[in-house]
């Protein structure tokens, strides 16, 4: 069956069935994914999926069924089931109606374009090149090349066909057991996808990291690269949804109009942003995009909001939907006005950390985190760096971290990975008092 009409018999069941508001989305993905690891490529996966779900409410009930193909079958048995799970479902919120469009889009946000002449096997060979030219001994990673066709149908109204490319480099490389870098290059548009500099970065950072140090647990002024800042930064993001708030998950809870970081310190969502990983015309309920300032100048300005969650609150949607919580789709980090070596330059004796992984939290509701700067760590004396370190946690508070920065660089960069799954633009960091203890991975 073809999209366009799987969707719709889709949306046409539901309502026939006795639904309050329905939901439907059908989707068409074409994807080439390639790892690497000891300096070839390893695994090809082609993948060219069909596929779709549906949302449901009944009264104040709701459920939601993935559908597993477009075949009319298929179709049917995922709406009645999201139909009898609804009516068995216990009752939620009182019932919102979804936003009454239709809606008008920017149409350069609904069709993006796609990906034409790219050979994602051979943007590895280009990233595997690019980090054994720069000292690897060896290297790992994946290339992802993705276009997606989306159909959105709501008993609202809303009628949207997405047409938006994705592509994301990931390179690791090795220069020693203990000597690794991380290079990455994301994208929403083939022209600017540089899998050559994230080779490089990557190639760079391992061969500058061989026979690290243990330094002592303790307090230092640390400088957190786009990777790393990145992490720590989005969390915000994460936290300002609503639904996370609402459920006693968020370190936001009470700090609407209230100094959260550093005033240096400005984070937004902007999925408006043409040709950028996470740029979308509207969320899931149809609402067209919009950019929402979260953070202005270190105070929480608002938080992101579904048709349900701005009823509960008394405001109204930021056209963030996810239907069951809202979040970000495109974070932006304000930049500042140093480069790196400015501020390197300002670090008396602390450490570089190029990037992070597995940040944790010891309490969702306060902040308290850990993380570890699994490759290149550089220990930093007089401004300068001096050597590499290793086997060091950043344990600490993120409201804490973020009230601390005290500089930022103009320069910024995207970021994603499975660190970092919504899509942020970020400059790098000085942050002053990161409490690091020691870790053995």
């Not at 109204?157 to 994301?168: H, I, Q, S, T, Y």
């Not at 992070?356 to 300068?384: C, H, K």
Request: glycine residues 8%; charged residues 20%.
């Amino acid at each position: 069956m073809r999209a366009e009409d799987a969707a719709r018999a889709a949306l046409d069941r539901a309502i026939g069935g006795g639904v309050t508001d329905a939901v439907v989305t059908v989707s068409r993905v074409r994807e080439t994914m390639v790892r690497f690891s000891d300096n070839q490529v390893t695994v090809v996966n082609e993948l060219d999926l069909e596929q779709g779900s549906v949302f449901v409410t009944i009264g104040a009930r709701k459920a939601a069924v993935d559908i597993p193909d477009l075949r009319a079958r298929s179709i049917r048995a995922a709406v009645d089931a999201a139909l009898s799970l609804a009516r068995s479902a216990s009752e939620g919120d009182a019932r919102v109606p979804l936003p009454s469009g239709p809606f008008d889009y920017d149409p350069l946000l609904l069709d993006q374009g796609k990906v034409d002449g790219l050979d994602a096997v051979d943007l590895a060979h280009v990233a595997i090149s690019s980090a054994l030219e720069e000292g690897a001994s060896r290297v790992a990673g994946s290339m992802t090349v993705r276009d997606a066709d989306t159909i959105l149908l709501t008993s609202g109204g809303v009628d949207a066909r997405v047409r938006k490319p994705f592509l994301e480099m990931s390179v690791r490389a090795f220069a020693a057991t203990d000597a690794s870098g991380h290079g990455l290059s994301v994208s929403g548009s083939p022209a600017v996808l540089d899998p050559a500099g994230a080779g490089a970065r990557a190639g760079r950072l391992a061969s500058l990291s061989m026979e690290p140090i243990h330094v002592d647990a303790g307090e230092y002024d640390v400088v957190l690269d786009t990777m790393a800042f990145a992490d720590v930064a989005s969390q915000l993001g994460r936290m300002a949804s609503a639904f996370m708030v609402d459920a006693g998950m968020s370190f936001l809870g009470d700090k609407l109009g209230q100094q959260v970081a550093s005033d240096m310190v400005t984070i937004m969502d902007d999925p408006t942003l043409v040709g950028t990983p996470g740029s979308t015309p509207c969320d899931m309920e149809g609402l067209p995009s919009r950019r929402n300032v979260i953070v202005d100048d270190g105070v929480l300005h608002t938080l992101l909001h579904n048709s349900t969650t701005a009823a509960r609150h008394g405001t109204e949607s930021t056209a963030n939907a996810g239907l069951v919580a809202p979040h970000p789709f495109n974070l932006v980090i304000g930049n500042g006005d140093q480069d790196m070596d400015s501020l390197l330059s300002q670090v008396d004796r602390g450490i570089y950390i190029t990037n992070d992984w597995y940040l944790r939290y010891q309490n969702y509701a306060t902040g308290d985190f850990s993380a570890i700067p699994r490759d290149a760590m550089f220990l930093v004396e007089d401004g300068a760096i001096t050597c590499p370190v290793k086997e060091m946690r950043m344990s600490d508070n993120i409201l804490g971290m973020l009230q601390r920065v005290e500089g930022l660089t103009r320069e910024r960069e995207w970021v994603r990975w499975w660190e970092v799954d919504t899509p942020t633009l970020t400059p790098a960091a000085l942050v002053r008092g990161l409490h690091m203890s020691r870790s053995t991975m």
